[in-house]
């Protein structure tokens, strides 16, 4: 069932997909016949504003058993894991850094039940700002789907593989592939084992492929290389629970048949996937560190040409071949939020205490870099093409916003680690003036 998925291929294309036990389920010629073929509903799920110009406007035609509008009433149900409360929280500016998060091993925890809101900015009702979560769970939602009012959610994957039912088909994640569940759609996920991951959810807009400039037509993530779902349903009539993201807390309802019923769907507004080791390395060939924009694989834009509510970067295995150069990341102060992850490996400026399923967070203007071993040993080693990074994939969250961390991921969860500072603490002093 799960291991013979066929996928639609590309970034932002414009798909028609049909179940094949439905052939001809799509309306010929128009969107919204009188009566569409096999008796189904015409729905249309919008990801902008009907006046949205041509080319950021992002909407698509679903034709299912049952109309989404099908169920009783919302109700809140507990969210205190989650918040958009970004200001109840004391901020701190100091490097903060997390061991990997626990996965749970008393009772059962699904996807939803497991996540956490490490830090953000903004607000959803004002359609402003970022989140981060982190998610640990061991079983998959039985009669149960998500859907996200409040914005997108970029999911990474850090250990164990996720199935995941959507409306528009179905999709296999494993750890170093991410997928992009967009604001509204449905979903559903199944897990092999016990499983965490990390989540970058946005608010204002979708995801786009970063502009290129001077590096030309091709390189970093390639439009080819995403793959969405082709259309497949399930008729179940039975009892389906519907938890709704909105304005930060949960809310469910309950309804008779499965979500996941769309026979047939046309559009440019569907999930996507995309396995990190098709990234087309860019990278310096000469001297010098390059900024680690030319590792961007996604950006959510603000509206300031060139600064991003978030950008997902990655830092895949590469040469390293520059002369002259410390060829690890540089001593740095940013004015951006730089959320980190690690999804397997060693991270390169930090081999030690940065661990997979753990993080760091370095916020705006805090100043971070290479430890004390790290640098001693980069200034110092010969300077011969060398592999980086193989066997790993560390990966950043960054934002032009001053990302708040929540009371859970600072003092609740138990795994900031309050020693992290001390890795710079051995750094020397090598200043010398020569003799004349």
């Not at 497949?232 to 389906?240: A, G, M, R």
């Not at 769907?265 to 990278?283: C, E, R, S, T």
């Not at 916020?363 to 193989?390: N, Q, W, Y």
Request: aromatic share 12%; proline share 8%.
């Amino acid at each position: 069932m799960w291991e013979d998925l066929k996928y639609l291929t590309g970034f932002g294309n414009e798909f028609a997909s049909e179940d094949p036990r439905c052939p001809a389920s799509l309306p010929v010629g128009q969107n919204s016949p009188q009566v569409c073929p096999y008796g189904l509903y015409a729905e249309q799920l919008s990801g902008s504003a009907f006046t949205a110009p041509r080319e950021t406007n992002r909407r698509s035609w679903l034709y299912r058993i049952r109309p989404s509008v099908l169920h009783r009433p919302f109700e809140r149900i507990d969210s205190t894991h989650l918040t958009v409360d970004f200001s109840a929280h004391p901020p701190n500016p100091n490097q903060m850094r997390w061991k990997p998060f626990d996965i749970p091993t008393d009772g059962q925890v699904d996807f939803v039940q497991g996540l956490r809101t490490l830090c953000g900015a903004g607000q959803p009702a004002t359609r402003h700002g970022l989140a981060v979560h982190i998610y640990t769970c061991n079983v998959a939602m039985e009669n149960k789907s998500m859907q996200n009012s409040d914005g997108d959610f970029l999911i990474v994957p850090q250990q164990g593989t996720l199935r995941i039912k959507t409306e528009f088909g179905r999709l296999v994640v494993a750890p170093n592939e991410i997928c992009v569940i967009q604001q509204g759609i449905r979903f559903s996920i199944d897990v092999e084992g016990p499983s965490r991951g990390y989540i970058l959810e946005v608010y204002d807009t979708h995801f786009q492929l970063p502009n290129l400039g001077p590096i030309g037509a091709n390189g970093l993530a390639n439009p080819r290389d995403f793959k969405s779902p082709s259309a497949w349903f399930e008729d179940l009539d039975v009892e389906h629970t519907v938890i709704n993201k909105y304005g930060g807390r949960l809310f469910k309802a309950v309804q008779g048949h499965s979500p996941f019923n769309v026979v047939a769907w046309h559009g440019n507004y569907a999930p996507y996937k995309y396995n990190l080791a098709d990234f087309m390395v860019i990278n310096s060939v000469e001297f010098d560190h390059c900024d680690p924009s030319i590792f961007t694989v996604l950006t959510c834009p603000s509206v300031r040409p060139g600064v991003a509510i978030a950008d997902f970067v990655i830092f895949p295995p590469r040469w390293s071949v520059t002369e002259h150069t410390f060829r690890p990341p540089y001593y740095h102060r940013n004015c951006m939020s730089e959320f980190m992850g690690l999804i397997h490996g060693k991270y390169e400026a930090k081999e030690e205490g940065f661990l997979p399923g753990g993080a760091t967070l370095h916020s705006i203007m805090t100043p971070h870099g290479p430890d004390a071993a790290c640098f001693e040993g980069a200034s110092t080693a010969e300077l011969k093409p060398v592999r980086v990074a193989d066997g790993t994939q560390s990966f950043m969250f960054e934002s032009s916003l001053m990302m708040a961390v929540t009371e859970w991921a600072e003092e609740t969860c138990s795994k900031l680690d309050k020693a992290y500072y001390e890795c710079w603490q051995p750094l020397k002093k090598h200043f010398r003036i020569a003799e004349p």
